[in-house]
């Protein structure tokens, strides 16, 4: 550190590096400070300001603070982020990648979803002496009528009513015998389902059901049972009766294969006239949980509806700059090394993942270990990095947006790489390094190389953590987006807290100092990188594959792409040795049928697991380009 001395005779101010300090009759450190001591503390100045400022807590308190607003990917909170990262990066000496003209590299995702104009009509047959609205149509553009599910197919269709319950299905391997259908012929007729599950059943059976109460599971059933559209009411007897369901956004863009919406509850009373039962009664019968409490048709009574949904694109930006290597690279085989952290968050939490108390909803989730924490260090890393005297690798540092929606930042990179796929010698990434706890740091993916233990063991020695590794790469992070190209990767994070995806996730809860050797630990190993033969890739096998959010016990081995609007499971990549692999099939495979039930998006992928039984071959119909296969897997069982 070079030295830098600028004194102010009126105050008699000395500062050091940009540390002031007062000299004569003024107290320093809470002592007197003779003008003769003043030529120690010139020596001692650069350790003393190395030792008492962190690399990372200005970078974490200006990435965290309220005026970026949680950083929501395509918002100008995350474009004001993405500006001071490029400045810092740029302050390194960073600059943007051979061919950019800067350090940003845009990309469009969809956010989310908006009704665009769905409307809902009821024609009594004959039209009764109520005066029924007979063939009005109710607009749900401006009025609180009819609003389309975000998940709804653009569709119009005109059909007979039959009303469903709840519209709930439980699979045999449940061994809870309850289907809405049992009795019911809704072959190309309107399903009209109650939102939620029943009331007033006792607490197992509410904790059964409630778990295929999601209402894309309702409408995949009704598309299986054979329906034309799906109709939902928020009962009578339910929390927020009679209101529309909001148009909340998930991050499979796909739709559901079926027209939707829901309806008023003044709708719903005019829809319910022709029935054998009123709403209210229908729905007490109901909320007991007796499975054989069925539905109805609803007759002399057809429907005519028209669902639109506006799928809302915005645009995102990666920040991507590289140090050049100082040094040749003509006879390097794999000349890059990336280093990334998402840098993006919730914003206000408005988009279906935040976990905030009713009295924190709607504030900013700054997200100051998700991941302004990983951002510091990559930023740290940077600015390390640039004081290397020797740099055999170019050294990319990646800050990704949209992570949050589904790893598409990171995606966007590896599937329109910038630099070439075969020439990464390995990524690192860091995702919630903010939190130490006990000394422990988790490292992730360490089996996508055999190098990677050893790396890890020499780096630690001087670092000191109580370092924990596992080889799954298959992680909601970016990692997984370099695993899938068959990159060396490696992630790290300090884990889980309770302030996870909450407003309280803030900068003052952050351990910098621990922080700080991350970034340290970080730069060994980069160099360590640059000293040595490239890690070579290795596939991980699914004994790694750990279990899902959903409980799902049998295991397929395929890794799904969450960011498609495939109309099927698009696959992200398989599993090495696993089921799917084992079948043939293969990333970039879209899966449109298994055990017999139509697939539509990821979310019928998942319900269509708990069908399968371990070491029972099922039929899988998948796209391969154009071309229309199909093959038998067998699942096993998730270690």
């Given amino acids: 550190m070079k030295t830098r001395v600028t004194t102010h005779r009126g105050s008699e101010a000395l500062k050091i590096n940009g540390v002031s300090l007062r000299v004569g009759k003024q107290r320093y450190l809470g002592a007197s400070v003779p003008r003769c001591v003043v030529f120690v503390l010139l020596a001692v100045a650069p350790l003393w300001a190395q030792t008492t400022t962190s690399k990372t807590r200005e970078h974490v308190q200006v990435l965290a603070s309220d005026r970026f607003g949680g950083r929501e990917a395509g918002t100008d909170g995350e474009r004001q982020a993405g500006d ?168 499979a863009i796909a739709g559901s294969g079926i027209p939707a919406a829901s309806i008023s509850g003044s709708m719903a009373a005019w829809l319910f006239q022709s029935a054998p039962k009123t709403l209210t009664d229908a729905q007490k019968d109901l909320d007991t949980g007796n499975p054989h409490t069925a539905g109805f048709a609803i007759p002399n009574t057809t429907v005519s509806m028209k669902t639109v949904v506006q799928r809302v694109t915005h645009t995102a930006r990666n920040v991507v700059a590289y140090l050049p290597a ?164 490696l992630s790290f994070t300090t884990g889980a807290h309770v302030d996870y995806h909450k407003p309280s996730d803030t900068a003052d809860k952050i351990a910098y100092a621990d922080l700080d050797r991350i970034a340290d630990f970080a730069t060994t190993i980069v160099r360590r990188l640059m000293e040595s033969d490239p890690p070579q890739f290795a596939k991980v096998e699914q004994s790694q594959q750990g279990a899902t959010r959903t409980g799902v016990r049998v295991f397929t081995g395929t890794v799904p792409d969450y960011a498609s609007n495939a109309k099927g499971l698009l696959l992200g990549g398989v599993i090495g040795g696993g089921p799917a692999e084992q079948a043939g099939m293969q990333k970039g495979d879209v899966i449109v049928e298994i055990a017999g039930q139509t697939i539509a998006n990821i979310y019928d992928y998942t319900y269509a697991l708990e069908l399968l039984k371990i070491s029972e071959p099922v039929k899988v119909v998948y796209m391969r380009g154009t071309e229309r296969r199909e093959t038998t897997l067998t699942p096993s069982a998730r270690k």
């Avoid at 061919?99 to 047959?125: C, E, I, N």
């Avoid at 009764?128 to 607009?139: F, K």
């Avoid at 740290?380 to 020797?390: I, Q």
């Fill in 84 to 251: 001071y990262i490029a400045a810092q990066l740029a302050r390194t000496g960073a600059k943007p990648l051979p061919g950019k003209g800067d350090m940003f590299l845009p990309f469009q995702f969809t956010a989310g979803a908006r009704d665009g104009g769905s409307t809902f009509s009821v024609q009594f047959d004959p039209v009764n002496a109520t005066g029924a609205i007979g063939g009005i149509p109710q607009n749900g553009q401006g009025n609180n009528n009819i609003r389309a599910l975000s998940f709804s197919e653009d569709a119009e269709v005109t059909a007979g009513v039959v009303f469903a319950g709840y519209g709930i299905v439980v699979p045999d391997s449940q061994n809870f015998g309850y289907d809405s259908y049992a009795t019911l012929d809704v072959k190309d007729k309107i399903v009209v389902v109650l939102r939620y599950f029943p009331e007033d059943a006792d607490k197992d059976t509410k904790a059964i059901l409630a778990r295929y109460s999601d209402l894309r599971y309702k409408a995949m059933q009704a598309r299986q049972h054979g329906a034309k559209a799906m109709l939902v009411i928020t009962g009578p007897r339910s929390p927020n009766a009679g209101e529309l369901v909001p148009m909340t956004f998930d991050t």
């Fill in 326 to 489: 100082t040094a040749p690279t003509t006879n390097v085989q794999k000349p890059w090394i990336v280093v990334g952290a998402h840098y993006d968050h919730l914003g206000r939490g408005e988009g279906g993942n935040s976990l905030a108390t009713k009295e924190d909803a709607g504030k900013p989730h700054v997200g100051a270990d998700d991941n302004a924490s990983g951002t510091a260090t990559v930023i740290a890393l940077a600015d390390a990095v640039s004081k290397m005297p020797t740099r055999t690798r170019h050294v990319v540092f990646a800050l990704w947006s949209a992570e949050e929606v589904g790893l598409v930042g990171s995606a966007e990179f590896t599937n329109q790489p910038p630099v070439p796929i075969e020439q990464l010698d390995a990524y690192i990434n860091f995702d919630m390094v903010g939190r130490m706890q006990e000394n422990k740091l988790t490292a992730q993916a360490t089996g996508t190389s055999p190098s990677w233990p050893s790396i890890l063991e020499r780096a630690n020695v001087a670092a000191g953590f109580d370092l924990t590794l596992q080889e799954d790469p298959y992680q909601p992070t970016d990692v997984a987006s370099f695993n899938g190209v068959g990159v060396p990767s």
